[in-house]
């Protein structure tokens, strides 16, 4: 069952300005006007302190976040900004990256404890916990649904684990060669989405900013070359649309957006996209014509007490 979360401290806020935010941006004037429904908001709230950073959006208006603070999960009813706690954490656990497959599961990174959950979307019961690494030197971070498997990144450690989707199987840890060379101390390999082809899948290297096609087959990272930008320093989630991609630079305040060539050899910047709102934003996810991202507010105080919000913009 779910949890009613009591409304944080500035739902009231947002509320109003949300919808007088997308009237504005969308040109159509007041935003409940005779015979049209009403906008949906552009902001919503999240609990104070969740310490938030993945999100994820699947076929029905209802977007999933984790939390740093003790790996719970939060669904949120875009059409409203109303949520609630689906899936309530524990101590010492997080939820970084998270992502809804069409099986009605959300596969969860686990970040420093180096597990992955797999939690019902529909109840927020926990179906099961894989160990893929040991807690120690180790950091799981963000995930694709890909075939038979949930891939996930280590952004410690070269190396993608594949959990296997369904009954059987085991996991897989498939070590990155070819271009890749692991830094020490810093975050590597961190967003994941499969490449516009469906054979592989594309990975952002945060530190120094660079996106790479890995082959999910052999491990091989081939080096993608990018066009009209120096790196993409600070690449964190990633979102692809056909042969669109979109990289969130976190620090950055910042959504850069290429063109993917066919085989994803090379990606040409084309714009970007910036927003007073935007907080050091972690992650996004796509729903029909928006992107949604949510504020991880790196930058700020991470305690109980912190406000967070996430945030939508057009495509």
Request: glycine residues 12%; aromatic residues 6%.
């Amino acid at each position: 069952m779910i949890r009613k979360h009591t409304r944080p401290s500035r739902r009231t806020l947002l509320g109003g300005a949300a919808v007088t935010a997308l009237a504005v941006a969308a040109g159509t004037g007041t935003a409940q006007a005779a015979g049209h429904r009403p906008a949906w908001p552009t902001e919503f709230p999240l609990p104070d302190g969740w310490l938030p950073e993945g999100i994820t959006i699947g076929g029905a208006p209802y977007a999933y976040l984790g939390s740093r603070a003790d790996g719970s999960v939060y669904r949120t009813d875009l059409r409203t900004g109303e949520g609630a706690v689906l899936h309530e954490g524990a101590p010492g656990l997080v939820a970084i990256g998270l992502k809804l497959g069409d099986d009605g599961l959300l596969y969860v990174a686990g970040g420093g404890g180096g597990t992955a959950r797999v939690v019902d979307a529909r109840t927020g019961e926990l179906r099961s916990t894989y160990e893929l690494t040991a807690p120690t030197g180790h950091f799981v971070n963000d995930v694709v649904l890909f075939r038979d498997r949930a891939w996930f990144t280590d952004s410690r450690d070269a190396v993608l684990y594949g959990v296997p989707r369904g009954r059987g199987g085991s996991v897989r840890t498939l070590p990155l060669t070819g271009d890749w060379e692991q830094l020490p101390d810093v975050n590597n390999a961190n967003g994941i989405v499969s490449a516009p082809d469906g054979r592989d899948v594309i990975v952002v290297k945060s530190t120094p900013g660079e996106l790479y096609r890995v082959s999910l087959r052999t491990g091989r990272a081939t080096r993608i070359a990018l066009s009209g930008a120096e790196n993409v320093v600070g690449g964190d989630g990633l979102v692809r649309v056909g042969r669109t991609l979109y990289v969130v630079q976190n620090r950055l305040n910042v959504v850069t957006v290429f063109d993917l060539d066919a085989r994803a050899t090379t990606a040409t910047l084309r714009r970007s996209i910036t927003d007073p709102r935007f907080d050091v934003p972690a992650t996004a996810a796509r729903f029909r014509d928006r992107l949604y991202l949510v504020n991880a507010r790196f930058t700020s105080p991470q305690t109980p007490q912190t406000t967070f919000t996430a945030v939508a913009v057009p495509l």
